[in-house]
């Protein structure tokens, strides 16, 4: 290496960067503490620990450097890493002499990967003793790591002083950026939503569709948004931005057209050289775009592709119990192979781990398949799921646990709790079945009192309680999470007309607030969030009992009718004469279904057949 690129890597070194089970059942595989690459490696042989107060304790009793490396089951570049640099014995021999090892997996701590990653995975990251980061990359080769391990540890020691007096200023504006108080007179505006919806359009690829340029990534909540805001205005453009993102993604080789399914992202931007690996969460979120275009349009190529989406969910990511596997690892060489040649090969492996957030994720996209192509095995087995998840995950009092098979003391995290309550708002919509809307309720409860900052107005990524190690001490409110959290809350409001829950949503709404900067495409779930904030729905509320066939039949062609602002609710007659109360809402006679808006409700509609012009009519006479 030459002086000047020694000097450079000096320099950033330097650089101080702190970002801000079921036990019945044999759900995937015994639980090991690290995985390595399936293919042959040497990194087992680093002296490999969990994260853990007690080896950030070590670390500083010993004055030792802390290496850290971010992984995941699915990631090519991370088993390439094992591979080569982390099998290097002169890489071994440093790390096991002079630093201590930290391997964590990304999907299982996703804490700790949304502080220390350095922008994909392998994430490799330099830490002093006490957590903070002194450099970090992704992958890096054999030689490159050598070079960091010993500059780095020769400038730590030289440096020592100067870099903890960094950190302890570091530490002190921290402090008072978290002590800071927000903004009352925040007002949220609809503004947002136009400029994220113009960045739909400006990022479109008028070509190969998508939003960017490489490397290119689905984007399915602005897909959602763009769906809306299409329902809303009849603009064609918008309509041709989805169909052209969707068509050309299914005709490139991110999706794959032998077993199904799509890979998580292009590297180019005609959808060519995916990277390989294939992830619930990701086939969840199209296998539900695709849904949504096939009831728009009504062209059959959709229903397809999500056919082709579900084929590969049900081969290789389904639990026959109930639950979804996490994700299946990249292979270059399998997924270049024909179908022929695939049939004589193992396929590439499969991460059993039974995550909470990605099942509640999968469980909401099946109840959404059953609904659109009437098919019922999908909603028996998404409430399979639910079931499973609270039966084996759900602890009284701290909430849904990570993956089955988690230790009792291990981590709890928000995004687990809300996408199972989507799922479980989901199961009450699609079925009426009052035990949905207690768990939702109980969970929404705990959720608020483990994770809510009542300061701030916003969700944490971890529970409150005492302050954790390193940059874990540092509380972050993600956007994603806290949008869908929101979401959530205001859909408990129009279940229960319990005004606490549109209070909490408009709370983090307006925390999530930027005054002065424009919104663009990566703000695509708060700008839906904001939609269903600032626009009433269309609300359609059954009236009758379960086991009266016109009472189910007046619930299947609500569910059945593509109304992207619509919220389903079933209501019994004497079971639930108090939320009818609060509705205002008769105890008819015969099944009913009412229309409401903001201020007034429909007549009774007593046909099925008679929903769809009923409400053109109640919308219409609404908006004049």
């Not at 995941?72 to 090892?101: G, M, Y």
């Not at 495409?521 to 600032?534: H, R, S």
Request: hydrophobic share 40%.
């Amino acid at each position: 290496m030459s002086l000047k690129k020694t000097r450079l890597m000096q320099i950033y070194i330097l650089l101080l960067f702190l970002f801000l089970l079921f036990p019945n059942f044999n759900y995937g595989e015994a639980s090991t503490p690290f995985r390595f690459s399936p293919r042959d490696n040497k990194a087992h042989l680093i002296n490999w620990h969990t994260w853990d107060k007690d080896i950030f304790n070590r670390a500083q009793r010993e004055d030792k450097l802390i290496f850290l490396d971010i992984t995941a089951v699915w990631c090519h570049w991370c088993h390439v890493l094992d591979e080569t640099t982390l099998s290097d014995p002169d890489v071994i021999r440093l790390l096991n002499k002079d630093l201590i090892s930290i391997r964590v997996d990304a999907d299982k701590r996703p804490d700790i990967n949304r502080r220390y990653n350095q922008g994909g995975w392998p994430s490799v990251v330099f830490l002093t003793p006490t957590g903070e980061i002194l450099f970090g990359a992704t992958y890096l080769k054999p030689e490159e790591m050598k070079v960091i391990v010993k500059s780095i540890s020769e400038i730590y020691i030289k440096e020592k002083d100067n870099i903890h007096q960094k950190i302890e200023f570091m530490n002190r504006k921290i402090k008072i950026a978290l002590e800071k108080p927000p903004d009352a007179n925040i007002t949220i505006k609809q503004s947002a939503i136009n400029e994220v919806l113009e960045s739909i359009k400006t990022s479109h690829d008028p070509v190969y569709g998508g939003f960017g340029v490489s490397p290119k990534f689905h984007h399915p909540s602005a897909i959602r948004l763009a769906f809306l805001n299409y329902h809303q205005t009849k603009n064609k453009s918008m309509l041709e931005i989805i169909t052209r993102t969707l068509d050309k993604m299914s005709e490139g080789e991110i999706f794959d057209r032998i077993e199904g399914g799509f890979f998580r992202y292009s590297t180019q931007h005609d959808w060519s050289k995916p990277h390989f690996e294939k992830m619930l969460e990701e086939n969840a979120n199209l296998l539900e775009n695709y849904l949504e275009a096939y009831k728009v349009t009504g062209k059959e190529k959709y229903k397809e592709i999500a056919r082709m989406i579900l084929k590969y969910v049900e081969n290789y990511l389904q639990h026959n119990e109930g639950g979804f596997y996490a994700s299946q690892d990249a292979d270059d060489l399998y997924y270049a192979m024909d179908g022929k040649e695939r049939e004589k090969e193992t396929s590439p492996y499969v991460d059993k781990t039974i995550i909470t957030s990605l099942n509640g994720r999968m469980a909401s996209a099946y109840l959404m398949v059953a609904n659109v192509l009437k098919e019922k095995k999908y909603s028996d087995f998404a409430i399979k799921t639910i079931d499973l998840m609270i039966a084996s995950n759900f602890k009284k009092g701290r909430g849904f646990q990570r993956y089955i098979g988690q230790s009792d003391n291990g981590p709890y995290f928000l995004s687990d709790q809300v996408w199972m309550l989507k799922a479980l708002l989901d199961a009450y919509e699609s079925s009426g079945e009052s035990r949905f809307l207690n768990y939702s309720k109980d969970i929404a409860s705990e959720t608020k009192l483990n994770f809510f900052d009542d300061r701030h107005g916003h969700f944490q990524d971890r529970p409150k309680g005492p302050l954790e190690i390193a940059a874990l001490r540092i509380p972050i409110a993600p956007n994603l999470e806290n949008s869908l959290a929101s979401e959530n809350l205001i859909r408990l409001y129009y279940f229960t007309f319990n005004r606490e829950y549109l209070d909490a949503a408009e709370k983090i709404l307006k925390s999530l607030w930027r005054e002065g900067v424009t919104y663009n495409i990566f703000d695509e779930n708060y700008a839906l969030a904001l939609e269903k904030f600032l626009k009433y729905p269309v609300s359609m509320v059954i009236v009758g009992n379960k086991k009266d066939p016109m009472t189910s039949a007046l619930l299947r062609e609500a569910l059945d009718i593509y109304e992207p602002r619509k919220i389903v609710q079933l209501l019994d007659p004497e079971r639930d004469h108090g939320l009818l109360k609060k509705r205002f809402l008769p105890n008819p006679k015969v099944s009913s279904l009412f229309i409401c808006g903001e201020k007034q409700c429909s007549l009774p509609i007593v046909k099925p057949e008679d929903i769809v012009h009923s409400m053109r009519a109640f919308l219409a006479t609404k908006n004049n």
